[in-house]
């Protein structure tokens, strides 16, 4: 008999396997806070370049601006908003968790929900009010 | 049930403990800039340059700077041990991520104090 309560648990999933698991959404956005924060790392040299560019000197700040209106950052830049956007709010999810608020199942697929649906609203936003 | 064997002393305690330290300073930073930038809405570089040279705001951003380094430490040595298994690829990329994270720190100090 192998019902969920007796499989071995935790199960250690490498990375080919991770693809073609099917995760619940909580697992979801529990993988997308990894994605996210690894995208943010990688971008860290580009982006203190950038605010080196735009607080050093008027020529600076405008070859920055010029680098900022170019679509491709814009586009790199709208996945930067999105990755902190859902970075910071399933950060507040478990950090929240860890505080013992919300964890019974229920309440942990509300609150899957409500961080999906927090960071794309405020990632629209803020692409609306920052690069539109 | 997973039954652990918890050896060695404070063992992941205090990562565990900085990653989510860092992440409320980090949280509270964030909020605090946004409302900064909503208020004053600089407009040219000046304007811009002004926010980040303000003693408070100049001090709050490197204290940031060093949470989201340290942060980010642990949570992409993390990547690393779970997904990458060879040793010698998983070392270098320890080493790289750490020299990449102690060098920002200093070019973060040295671009936050010229202004």
């Known amino acids: 008999m192998t019902d969920a309560s007796t499989r071995k648990r935790p199960r250690n999933l490498d990375l080919p396997s991770l693809i073609f698991y099917k995760l619940p959404l909580p697992g979801k ?97 803020l692409i609306w009010g920052i690069l539109l | 049930m997973i039954n652990r064997i918890v050896v060695g002393a404070h063992y992941g305690l205090k990562d565990w403990l900085v990653q989510r330290v860092t992440a409320i300073v980090m949280a509270l930073y964030s909020v605090f800039l946004i409302a900064i930038l909503w208020v004053v809405k600089p407009s040219d570089f000046e304007a811009w340059r002004a926010v980040f040279a303000l003693g408070t705001v100049k001090f709050a951003t490197f204290l940031f700077a060093l949470s989201l380094f340290y942060h980010a430490w642990i949570g992409v040595r993390d990547i690393w041990m779970d997904y990458v298994q060879p040793v010698g690829i998983r070392l270098t990329l320890h080493v790289l991520t750490l020299l990449a994270l102690i060098g920002y720190s200093g070019w973060a100090a040295a671009i936050l104090w010229r202004l």
Do not use: N, Y
């Open chain 1, 29 to 125: 956005l529990s993988i997308l806070h990894r994605v996210s924060g690894l995208g943010l790392f990688l971008l860290l040299g580009p982006l203190l370049w950038l605010f080196q560019l735009s607080v050093t000197s008027p020529e600076a700040f405008a070859t920055f601006q010029e680098l900022a209106s170019c679509w491709v950052v814009k586009v790199v830049f709208a996945g930067l908003i999105w990755a902190f956007a859902h970075h910071f709010c399933a950060g507040i999810r478990f950090l929240l968790m860890d505080a013992h608020i919300g964890v019974e199942l229920e309440a942990t697929r509300r609150s899957t929900l409500a961080v999906f649906a927090v960071s794309i609203l405020a990632t629209i936003a």
